[in-house]
């Protein structure tokens, strides 16, 4: 196990005092830039900066950071689902830590797609059977990982199947952590 123990803190972040939302952040006592790499070949979605040695990733609306001896959520509805996804994250590490010699290290740094590259690629018809009032609402949803591909029904027909592939490509689903 890589992470054996640490520091457990949830809060309200200082930069939105009184607000709704909360963060959490485990202080490791191990460093765990090691793994970054192999996070970065699984968790689809990711962000690394191996020169800061640090990986984000968005899941569910929340932002998600992995650092050297740190690892942070926010923008968490209320506390108890803070604590409980923080700890999901520790149990994710200690996984890809575990399951290592199965997985390819990726040191390629990439960019999130941006809402409008996303829309470009959806059907763009506004149906609203995705449960979104637009297409562009439901590409800032792929893009928070609020919602997956195959929430849209049109992107099954034939006619999208070269926008779905172009999709697939540079959006992805991000995995269940607990
Ligand atoms: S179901 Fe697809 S095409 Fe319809 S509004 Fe949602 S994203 Fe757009």
Known sequence: MLI?????????????PGS?????????????SEILPYLNATLRGAVYLPSANALTWKKGGHNIAFHSYEIAT?????????EKELKGLINLVNDTWERRSEITPDITIRQRPTSMAVYKLLPQTN??????????????????????????????????EEKRSA????????PAIG
């Open 167 to 174: 999709l697939e490509e540079i959006m992805i689903d991000a």
């Open 4 to 16: 054996e123990k640490y520091d457990l803190e949830v809060f309200t972040p200082p930069c939105n």
């Open 127 to 160: 149906c609203k059977q995705c449960g979104e009032p637009t297409c562009y609402t439901f590409a800032l949803k792929l893009i928070a990982a609020q919602r997956n591909l195959t929430d849209c029904p049109l992107l099954a027909e034939p006619k999208y």
């Open 74 to 82: 926010s923008n968490v509805e209320d506390r108890d689902s803070a």
């Open 20 to 32: 709704e939302r909360y963060a959490a952040r485990a202080r490791l006592f191990v460093d765990i």
